[in-house]
């Protein structure tokens, strides 16, 4: 870090795939010159987080995605999942509950990320997930990547909790979709957030699509009620770097990857004029 220039840090929240866009945002701060000194992810955010950390290029990276969040990692039915939840002991414990198996997903973080280790990371890298024992934010910042990683994306009912030492862990946007607040904790002086709100269901004529939907009303206001707080503090320094999605980007669209990072330079480019003279005042 220059000295006498306030640290910046780059924030990316929950958002499925729509989280590529972060790519198209890394690409805009390189073009720039400005330096990112620490890195925060939280849930598919995680993932784009350790790869920028670990100093990986955008193409890279978006290859990288492409294979790693796919619709087949979640194809793994696990069939004594509902039996576990129904009749416990009998079956497993109750708490590691999850309809999907989790192998797919594991192989391919150990695929990408090997043995990393956060504070091996090249950019000083922070991972959030939740405690599912009493909900607060759990803020990883050594030990294994791809731990960390499977934690925070471990998605209700879908994925089942991951142990990290020794607490159980569930996905980071249970707790904050956009974990601003520890950057603030981290001496960030600048921080450009990226975040993303949930889509509603245009109809309700599943369980599945009403899960969701309840899961996107949870999610979208608590993340608007997290980033109102911490702005309120904290103003003049965060930057909200909010992409536009025109067409629909669904849960798995990994083949919009091109499109998603586009929209995120777009918006990423939005807010060069500003991020300047925040910089600039600093100096």
């Known amino acids: 870090m220059t000295a006498g220039r306030r640290k910046v840090a780059l924030v ?18 390189a073009r720039e010159g400005i330096g990112v000194d620490m890195v925060v992810g939280c849930s598919a955010g995680a ?3 350790s790869l920028i950390a670990a100093g990986r290029g955008a193409d890279e990276s978006a290859a990288m ?12 039915r696990d069939p004594y999942a509902l039996l576990r939840a129904l009749f416990g002991g009998l079956f497993g414990r109750g708490q590691a509950f999850g309809l999907r198996k989790d192998a797919l997903i594991l192989q391919r973080l150990r695929e990408a ?7 091996d990371a090249g950019i000083p890298l922070y991972i959030t997930a ?54 603030i904790r981290e001496g960030a002086g600048v921080i450009v957030a990226m975040g993303f709100e949930s889509p509603y269901q245009r109809r309700f004529d599943a369980l599945g699509r009403f899960s969701f939907q309840l899961s996107s009303i ?6 608007r009620s997290r980033f109102a707080m911490h702005s309120l503090s904290h103003h003049a320094e965060i930057i909200l770097v909010a992409p536009e999605f025109e067409k629909r ?11 998603v990072i586009e929209e995120g330079r777009r918006a990423a480019e939005a807010q060069v004029p500003y991020l300047r003279r925040l910089l600039a005042a600093a100096g």
């Open 12 to 29: 990316i929240g929950a958002g499925s795939v729509k989280c590529a866009a972060s790519l198209g945002l890394q690409e805009v701060l």
């Open 47 to 49: 993932i784009y987080a």
């Open 65 to 76: 995605t492409a294979r790693l969040w796919t619709r087949e990692v979640t194809s793994q």
């Open 113 to 119: 990320f090997g043995d990393m280790r956060i504070e």
């Open 130 to 183: 939740t405690d599912l024992a009493n909900g607060e934010q759990a803020v990883l910042d050594s030990g294994s990547v791809v731990d960390a990683i499977r934690a925070s994306i471990s998605l209700p009912y879908i994925f089942k909790p991951h142990r990290v030492g020794e607490r159980m862990l569930i996905d980071g946007f249970m707790s904050d979709p956009l974990p601003v607040n520890v950057a």
């Open 218 to 223: 949870m999610t979208n206001n608590l993340l």
């Open 249 to 259: 980007v669904h849960l798995f669209d990994t083949a919009k990857i091109p499109y």
